[in-house]
């Protein structure tokens, strides 16, 4: 049986079960925060329980490092939707140490990506879209530094609403530390 064959399986009961009840919620998040954070899967689980949140508290948006670079990524779409059409009150960006973003090389990963057949004519195909591989995919050299340009880009942004409060932290993935960071 295939991992998807055993998804579709297990859903099936999951949802003959009902057991689903537990979760069921209001889309608006109820302690009206909207949290910024890494698709680092040691957080699935650690990240909500050091918060205090459970189903339904807090709109998460997860993205490689938890950097927010563009203003006008979906990260910032979905930051300002949580906002004005959910009714979330405050943004938290939340890094963490040992983070996968944490030194990557561009170049490396440019590397990995070419292992998997991937030629230069779609990087070619990139670059003219005005993107740069070389810069596009490097990481970052200080989780701080990371946070602080994230919030720097969510208070710049046109349609940030003044007066929101931004705040920046770092969770130890191993311990669920916070600290925060100013």
Known sequence: MSQLEEILAFNKKFVENEAYVPFETSGHPAKKMTIVTCMDCRLIELLPRALNIKNGDAIMIK?????????????????????????????????????????????????????????????????????SPEKWLNGFHSVDEQVKNSIAVVKNHPFFPGGTPVYGLVIDPKTGELRLVQ
């Open 63 to 131: 993205c490689a490092g938890g950097m927010i670079e563009d203003p006008y990524s979906s990260t910032m779409k979905s930051i300002l939707v949580s906002l004005y059409e959910l009714g979330s009150q405050a943004v938290y960006v939340i890094g963490h140490t040992d983070c996968g973003m944490y030194g990557l090389d561009a170049k490396n990963m440019i590397e990995d990506i070419k292992k998997y057949g991937i030629d230069d004519q779609a990087f070619a195909a990139v670059r003219n879209q005005g993107v």
